[in-house]
T-cell receptor
Framework: TQLLEQSPQFLSIQEGENLTVYCNSS?????LQWYRQEPGEGPVLLVT?????EVKKLKRLTFQFGDARKDSSLHITAAQPGDTGLYLC????????????FGEGTQLTVNP | GAGVSQSPSNKVTEKGKDVELRCDPI?????LYWYRQSLGQGLEFLIY????????KSGLPSDRFSAERTGGSVSTLTIQRTQQEDSAVYLC????????????FGDGTRLSIL
């Protein structure tokens, strides 16, 4: 059983479209992080959210942490081909020390 | 160094051989993590170091896997008697060790077992 369910697993869209990636769990997380990974490279941190209901914006990317700190979403507005990559959510639980639990990832392809 | 450095970047070996993977964390980072990533998938936690000790090694899949860290810096992950299912990208990350602080990843070692 995957602790963090991420959806969709694959997403192929046209440039200029909007999209949302979801990360859901039945567990509470003390913080949740979103990473982006490109082929042959390690994940790169995009944002960390720690407060229930928190919303953070990074240019065209909007990240939201659920009120109960069990779920999160990533919304991209007017996607660009440069947004193509594997997006990973990862949660840190108070009972698990600082280890991260990762979702399975969303492979996003933005076509020009 | 400026970032987390892992070596080798690629390793191909025959089933049954032992392999050793190396991670050099960001200078000053006390926490070090090993993860495993199968093709196009999320990351699976293996082991966590705080300084030279490993308070959480619950993710190691079998006793063929071991890791050590010396001098609070470099870490090595050793896989003995490799099996084909060990093929994956092994990623190392480091952080300041404080709760909520981000983990910074290396580019990984792609391990292929023939």
């Amino acid at each position: 059983t995957q602790l963090l369910e991420q959806s969709p697993q694959f997403l192929s869209i046209q440039e200029g479209e909007n999209l949302t990636v979801y990360c859901n769990s039945s567990s509470v997380f003390s913080s949740l992080q979103w990473y982006r990974q490109e082929p042959g490279e390690g994940p790169v941190l995009l944002v960390t959210v720690v407060t229930g209901g928190e919303v953070k914006k990074l240019k065209r990317l909007t990240f939201q942490f659920g009120d109960a700190r069990k779920d999160s979403s990533l919304h991209i507005t007017a996607a660009q081909p440069g947004d193509t990559g594997l997006y990973l959510c990862a949660g840190e639980r108070e009972t698990s020390g600082s280890r991260l639990t990762f979702g399975e990832g969303t492979q996003l392809t933005v076509n020009p | 160094g400026a970032g987390v450095s892992q070596s080798p970047s690629n390793k191909v070996t025959e089933k049954g051989k032992d392999v050793e993977l190396r991670c050099d964390p960001i200078s000053g980072h006390t926490a070090l993590y090993w993860y495993r990533q199968s093709l196009g998938q999320g990351l699976e936690f293996l082991i966590y170091f705080q300084g030279n000790s490993a308070p959480d090694k619950s993710g190691l899949p079998s006793d063929r896997f071991s890791a050590e860290r010396t001098g609070g810096s470099v870490s090595t992950l050793t896989i003995q008697r490799t099996q084909q299912e060990d093929s994956a990208v092994y990623l190392c990350a480091s952080s300041s060790g404080q709760a909520g602080q981000p983990q910074h990843f290396g580019d990984g070692t792609r391990l292929s077992i023939l």
